[in-house]
């Protein structure tokens, strides 16, 4: 296998952010249109085609720190993984490439979860105006800030993370199946190509083919966090998803998956080339 440069701490942080802000910015009409689609409200109820930019302001707060933490962590974790499994081949003989997928899926999985410290509020903040629900980002969180007479503290602290187990089984799956096919992608190119690294081109057309098979398979995990997020009181996960089933039937988990894998595909496309495109000035090997 070709070895590719590990990236600085530096590198990642800053090719996150970058990344992380571009696709959220470019692509937020289609978050809006998905978010209405799946909301329990319905599509014109919950706003229709109007005011689609309606909750940017949480994005462009979030992108960068969200995006900038999962990078962060994912190419830490890789390059741990990856020394440890290069030692050991040294110490026990070949150990095999099949190993590299698994340690992309564990780095990715955990960079989910540092992300998701950023990401559950902001999403929370974004949806409920996406939804209609508040006028604005700013008109969201000062809603649920201002419960803290009633709630207190951890109360409102429990509402800006409401859905963080249920985002966590969705962005796991959904890493474990997007990166692992980003970087086989990306590693055949570079073996046809003979090359040491690849092009911000290749990697776009890589992470769009990965993002657009991973959002179609986990849509159900979507419509079950966007749901919860949106419910006007705490509901536990397996109750909403007996309510859901009952109101709607099983078609209703599928709610919004065009807008979702045409979203994703064009972000995976936007975010992991941009990442690359960053990575490759920054560290000098595009």
Known sequence: MV?????????ALLSGALAGTTVDLSLYPLDTLKTRLQSSAGFLASGGFTGIYRGVGSAIVGSAPGAALFFCTYEYSKSLLFARRKAKEVTDGQVGDWTAPIEHMIAASLGEVA?????????V?????QAGQRPSSLASLAAILSQHRTIGIRG?????YRGWSVTIMREV???VI????????????????????????????SGSAAGAIAAGITTPLDVLKTRM????????????????LKDSGPRAFFAGIGPRVLWISAGGAIFLGSYQWAYNSLSREG
Do not use: H, N
Not at 156 to 160: G, I, Q, S, Y
Not at 178 to 205: C, H, N, V
């Open 3 to 11: 070895s590719q440069a590990q990236p600085t701490f530096t590198t």
């Open 115 to 123: 992300a998701c410290a950023v990401r559950v509020p902001t999403e």
């Open 125 to 129: 903040v974004k949806q409920r105006a």
């Open 156 to 160: 409102v602290w429990m509402e800006l």
């Open 173 to 175: 799956p959904f890493t």
């Open 178 to 205: 997007q990166f692992p096919l980003w970087e086989s992608m990306k590693e055949y190119r570079r073996r046809k190509s003979g090359k040491d690294g690849i092009t911000a081109f290749e990697s776009a057309l």
């Open 229 to 244: 997020m949106l419910a006007k009181e705490k509901t536990a996960m397996v109750p909403l998803l007996k309510q859901i």
